[in-house]
């Protein structure tokens, strides 16, 4: 049995050490496997994991410019950048992003327009970007957060200059405001310069000068980690910031005039005649403009869309209005300057006119008649029938031609985005939309501002700025001077090109500006109220009809509806040896322009030229 | 016989003092200090992969000490005490495992642990051992090679406690249990035919294990390792990210602590699974080649300790003990390179980790002990 035994164990032995040499080819050829997958890794694709291996280190990330800043003539801060922390989503890194959401309003309240926000966003932009969920967190929020970080891969915090307007809608209907930048905008704008940036001017002075608030985009190289967190920067071109802004316009005065139109709506200019400087531009309502910066809410949208006070719309610039008697001293001047009239030359005003060979009666405002006119009373009067002649005699050509020198019927090209033309009628134009030719009476009408003829406060603050300066022209214009950042001073910018109105005589001007005076200071100026004993107006009154009444029937305030009744218009200029601001102002059905409109002029006058401090 | 001991370079007839020191200790010199080298540059990769860590290098350490003592002991153990051992310390093993199945249904969930209130205890880490030296001393108590029906009962032995640990389910460690158990099989004689035939039935086997047997996120890292970029960021992120650490890291890497993609946490489980390509990153081929050198050494001087062991049970326990390790080696580094798809199998001796590394070590410590407990047989 021995024997047995030691044999078995010899065969046993050299069984085994050829399973053992078996054993190390196998563990050979694996290791050779192995080694040519390094080989082919390490060796020959080396270069293209190099690649990869950068890739996933280094990346570029834009620097956004911090947007210019907007001041009023003043230094009062209109537009501004605050910081505030959001709440944001990437939705690629979140797996169940509705089991995030849940968990996210145990820790940070989430509303539902917070949700509707986030759903709408999320299908505007890309998996990668991320979305906020929530905005302006307050200290607590952020802390709260903080602590719970780990368990939300994919939501973070990021801290963000958002754009801020301290004063709100006092300001909206020229500044505008800047939203998220949106699909036509991403068409246009350049895409690089814009790589970091979020918002872009949607409207107003944010819009006009939206390549100069903006700025210039700067890069940086920086290695993240597999998280994207930034470990170091590699690499910076700081970004150029947006230049500063300084308006002309002052924001007190644009404060006051706010106020004083109390509730009612309309619009109200005032420019620096010398300079056509806006000092002041409103359109009542406004709105708050910084409910557009990160994206309104569709409900509230919805609410300012479709408020019969329409706070969007824009009436200084937008808003289109029959003259009504504002439109007296321009056709005055027309009809000087072609001699059609002088100025001592009587008419007289039986209260109505009525042109040969028809029967229809043109109504003066004043049933019983103003009896003997001159250029002086008929305007301080506001008489409809010396003007009714006056017109009859010009010709719609030559009241088109004057009118248009003063600016009416074409844009006044303004810096702020969205203005309106108005209409200054012609035979052609007539000839061309109405497909009719021109009445005679038609003229006759356009003679008191009524008719086609559609003017915006703009232009007649404008137009009212020419006639305090004896036919100076400029363009009106809102922003003054601008600063970019390696400047300590701002730099005015190129005054806008002025053009002198072609007036023969001095002595024309004087005649209007006289009548326009008698306005406030005649016994029976239609603005005899609002006279001052500070400084000296020259303005007209003004009432715009909405409502046409007919032949036989008698207008009657009580008895048309609100929104049917005549506008109260009010141009003027002061003081009038030196003028330094022109005002055009127009309350929507407020009535008559020297009870309405006037008192709103007045207020703002004192502001500007007393140095009223708030 | 004794030439060949002397050929062997042990040179017992006259040996040095450190040696004799060693031999009186039952610790083979050449096998120590591959040992002690590897688990040395694994710290050093450590230190950088864990980002400067010391505290988890000082739990490493503790570790690495537990593991040595573990071999030291084992070393002591004459290769008969051990193999007296085995049918208790299987026995003992499969009770265990059972435990931690009714533990996992109880806690409703997968359960590889029995929380022993000290320290957590992972039973299969114990058949990792038992279960060769079980199919050993089955197999060597008859002549080698085995009949069919001992064949039969041995691989039964082996597809119970593998079948416990892939329904935990651990793919990684019921991996390494059959291999050790099929070492065993193969080292004692198996015939080629049955390797032959066993080979042309693993295919209709692998479908059965792929419709049936395996769960979700395990027929997912097979996807994942035919087409990484299935699931660039679900599981195919690891074996991309390893990729590109690897590649990256050339012929002779980024440096030290230079490596990016570990460095900025590209790399997952970089401490643990992924070290393998931590160290490819920042060593580079040439890096990789050095340690592939000193398993190598390992092995082979694991293979030679069983080719000259006195007896059938020492030879195959030793023979399949060093194997398995050599199955940790290829299949974590085939996993991490991309060639075999991501099951949880560490970087032997490197890798992070205690429980892994006590059983290997105690695997060095019984082939510690059979080379080390000779007789001198007449000749």
Redesign the interface.
């Known amino acids: 049995m021995p024997t047995i035994t030691i044999k078995d164990y010899l065969r046993e032995s050299r069984l085994f050490s050829q399973r053992a040499v078996t054993a190390a080819i196998g563990v050979f050829l694996l290791l050779s496997l192995l080694i040519l997958r390094l080989v082919d890794l390490q060796v020959i694709n080396h270069e293209h994991f190099t690649t990869l291996s950068q890739d996933n280190r280094v990346k570029v990330q834009p620097l956004p410019p911090t947007r210019g800043l907007i001041y009023d003539r003043n230094g009062v801060i209109l537009a501004q950048n605050l910081p505030t922390h959001s709440l944001e989503i990437t939705p690629e890194r979140v797996k169940d992003l509705a089991l995030t959401l849940q968990e996210l309003s145990g820790i940070i309240d989430i509303g539902e327009s917070d949700r509707k926000r986030f759903d709408r966003l999320r299908q505007q932009r890309r998996r990668f970007d991320s979305i906020p969920i929530r905005v302006r967190l307050n200290e607590e929020e952020v802390a709260r957060f903080s602590v719970n970080r780990h368990r939300f891969p994919g939501v973070e915090i990021k801290a963000k200059l958002l754009r801020d307007y301290p004063l709100g809608e006092i300001t909206a209907h020229i500044l505008g405001y800047v939203g998220r930048i949106n699909q036509q905008e991403l068409q246009i704008i350049d895409n690089s310069n814009y790589s970091g940036t979020t918002h872009i001017g949607k409207n107003g002075v944010e819009k006009t000068y939206e390549k100069q608030l903006h700025g210039q985009v700067g890069l940086q190289q920086v290695e993240v980690n597999a998280l994207g967190r930034v470990i170091r920067i590699l690499q910076q071109q700081p970004p150029i910031p947006g230049e500063n802004l300084y308006l002309s316009l002052d924001a007190g005065l644009q404060l006051v005039t706010t106020a004083t139109f109390g509730e009612k709506n309309g619009a109200a200019v005032a420019i620096d005649p010398q300079t056509g400087q806006i000092l002041a531009l409103v359109s009542k309502p406004g709105f708050d403009p910084n409910l557009f910066v990160e994206g309104i809410a569709p409900s509230v949208y919805q609410a300012l869309q479709t408020s019969p006070d329409k706070p969007l719309f824009n009436r200084a610039l937008r808003g289109q209005y029959p003259p009504g008697s504002t439109i007296k001293p321009f056709i005055s001047l027309a009809g000087l300057e072609t001699r059609t009239i002088s100025a001592d030359q009587k008419k007289f005003c039986p209260g109505f006119y009525q042109l040969p060979g028809y029967t229809h009666k043109y109504r003066d405002w004043k049933k019983t008649g103003h009896g003997p006119m001159n250029l002086l009373s008929a305007i301080t009067q506001s008489c409809d029938v010396y003007f009714y002649d006056l017109a009859h005699q010009l010709g719609i050509d030559k009241l088109h031609d004057y009118l248009s020198l003063f600016g009416f019927g074409t844009r006044t090209g303004v810096d702020i985005t969205g203005e309106r033309g108005g209409l200054l009628p012609s035979r052609e134009w007539k000839k061309r939309v109405k497909k009719t030719p021109w009445y005679p009476g038609e003229t006759l009408i356009t003679g008191i501002g009524q008719g086609y003829l559609l003017t915006t406060p703009l232009q007649l603050a404008s137009a009212t700025a020419t006639l305090a300066t004896n036919g100076k022209r400029i363009t009106p214009r809102v922003v003054a001077a601008t600063k970019n950042h390696d400047r300590d001073q701002p730099v005015p910018l190129e005054p806008p090109p002025a053009t002198s109105l072609p007036i023969s005589s001095a002595g024309n001007w004087d005649d209007v500006v006289d009548a326009m005076t008698q306005v406030i200071e005649g016994q029976r100026g239609t603005a005899r109220r609002i006279r001052s004993n500070l400084y000296r107006i020259a303005g007209k009154t003004g009432t715009a009809q909405v409502f046409t009444v007919k032949q036989d029937e008698k207008y009657e305030e009580e008895k048309v509806s609100k929104k049917n009744r005549d506008h109260a218009l009010f141009i003027a200029f002061a003081p009038i040896e030196e003028p330094k601001i022109a005002i055009a102002v127009i309350v929507e059905n407020g009535g008559h322009g020297g009870s309405v409109a006037a008192p709103i002029a007045r207020r703002m006058m004192d502001f500007y030229l007393l140095q009223e401090r708030l | 016989m004794i030439k060949t001991y002397q050929s062997s370079g042990l040179r017992e007839s006259n040996p040095t003092r450190a040696e004799g020191v060693l031999a009186d200790l039952h610790l083979d010199l050449p096998l120590l200090t591959g040992l002690v080298l590897l688990c040395g540059f694994g710290l050093v990769v450590l230190y950088s992969a864990s980002g400067q860590d010391m505290a988890l290098i000082q739990r490493q350490l503790v570790r690495l000490a537990l593991a040595f003592m573990v071999l030291f002991v084992l070393a002591q153990v004459p290769p008969a005490e051990i193999r007296r051992w085995s049918p208790w310390l299987f026995g003992t093993g499969l009770l265990l495992l059972l435990a931690v199945l009714i533990a996992g249904q109880i806690g409703k969930g997968a359960q590889r642990w029995l929380d022993l209130g000290l320290f957590r205890f992972q039973p299969s880490e114990l058949t990792k051992i038992a279960v060769p030296m079980m199919v050993t001393w089955f197999l060597a108590e008859r ?3 085995p009949a069919w029906k001992r064949l039969a009962a041995a691989g039964g032995m082996i597809a119970v406690p593998v079948l416990l640990i892939a329904r935990q389910p651990d793919l990684g460690t019921s991996l390494l249990v059959a291999s050790a158990g099929i ?1 065993v099989l ?2 004692a ?1 198996l015939s080629w035919r049955f390797v032959t035939g066993m080979i042309i039935t693993a295919i209709p086997a692998g479908w059965v294990l792929w419709e049936w047997g395996m769960r979700e996120y395990q027929r997912d890292r097979v996807l994942t390792l035919l087409n990484p970029e299935r699931d660039p960021l679900g599981t195919g992120y690891h074996i991309i ?1 390893s ?9 002779y890497g980024k440096g030290w602590m230079n490596g ?2 570990s460095h ?4 997952p489980e970089r401490t643990t699974d992924f070290i393998f390509a931590v160290l ?1 990153e920042e060593f ?2 040439s890096g ?2 050095m340690l ?1 050198l000193l398993y ?1 050494f390992i ?2 001087r694991g ?1 030679y300790i ?2 000259r062991a006195q ?2 049970y020492s ?2 326990l030793g ?1 399949s003990l060093i ?1 398995v390790f ?1 199955v940790y080696l ?1 299949v974590n ?2 996993m991490v ?3 075999l798809p991501v099951v949880g199998v560490p970087l032997p001796l490197i890798s992070y980790g205690g429980t892994s590394l006590v059983t290997i070590m105690a695997g060095f410590g019984i082939l510690m002990s059979i080379h080390t407990h000779r007789k001198l047989l007449p000749t």
């Open positions: 002549p080698l090679p070492f193969f080292l004689g990210q990729k590109i650490a690897i590649g990256s890291g050339g012929l990016t993609q900025l946490e590209f790399l490819a580079g081929f990789i080649l592939l190598l092995i082979y293979l069983a080719t007896d059938t030879r195959l023979g194997l050599f290829f580094t085939g390179s991309g060639i």
